[in-house]
């Protein structure tokens, strides 16, 4: 239904770039699954992943989520679909979800990482290629 990338400049992800996404909606009873779309490459140096994603539909109520997502198994291999240096993450966002009100709905996408004991967040997030958003019929 909707497949989108966008890329990540230098593969730096700034903590304040927001990606965002907009779709339409016209089918307010079909079910959905969203899904976050990330790609990486071997200069992303932790095992997981944390995200701040929101939901902005057509009448401005927002809904705003802190996601975690494991990008490598215990033995530190990254996750994800590739033969080459970058894989692909398809990361379960939503499930079974119906877009109520017709209309343009905006997808927002941030990174929330930060070291060990340390307030402040990463000022960048190396290794993140491509953030993207994908949207299937659910079954």
Same mark, same amino acid.
């Given at each position: +239904?909707?497949?989108?990338?966008? *890329?990540? &400049? ?7 770039? =927001?990606?965002?996404?907009? $779709? *339409? ?8 699954? =969203? ?8 200069? /992303? %140096?932790?095992?997981?992943? $944390?995200? =701040? +994603?929101? #939901?902005? $539909? ?5 809904? @705003?989520?802190?996601? %975690?997502?494991?990008?490598t198994t215990p033995e530190g291999r $990254?996750?994800?679909? !590739?033969?080459?240096?970058?894989? %692909?993450?398809?990361? &379960?966002?939503?499930?079974? @979800? ?21 307030? &402040?967040?990463?000022? /960048?997030? %190396?290794? #993140?290629?491509? +953030? !993207? +958003?994908?949207? &299937?019929?659910?079954?």
């Amino acid at each position: +239904v909707y497949n989108q990338f966008k *890329s990540v &400049e230098n593969n730096q992800w700034h903590k304040d770039s =927001i990606v965002n996404f907009v $779709f *339409s909606s016209t089918d307010t009873l079909q079910k959905n699954n =969203i899904f976050i779309t990330l790609r990486n490459n071997k200069d /992303y %140096e932790f095992s997981n992943l $944390f995200l =701040i +994603v929101g #939901i902005q $539909f057509p009448n401005n109520y927002k809904i @705003v989520d802190t996601l %975690e997502y494991e990008m490598t198994t215990p033995e530190g291999r $990254f996750l994800g679909s !590739g033969i080459s240096d970058i894989k %692909e993450n398809k990361l &379960e966002y939503k499930t079974n @979800v119906t877009f109520s009100i017709k209309g343009d709905y905006l997808i927002s996408i941030q990174q929330a990482m930060r070291k060990t004991r340390d307030i &402040e967040g990463l000022s /960048y997030l %190396e290794g #993140i290629t491509d +953030v !993207g +958003v994908q949207i &299937e019929k659910a079954k």
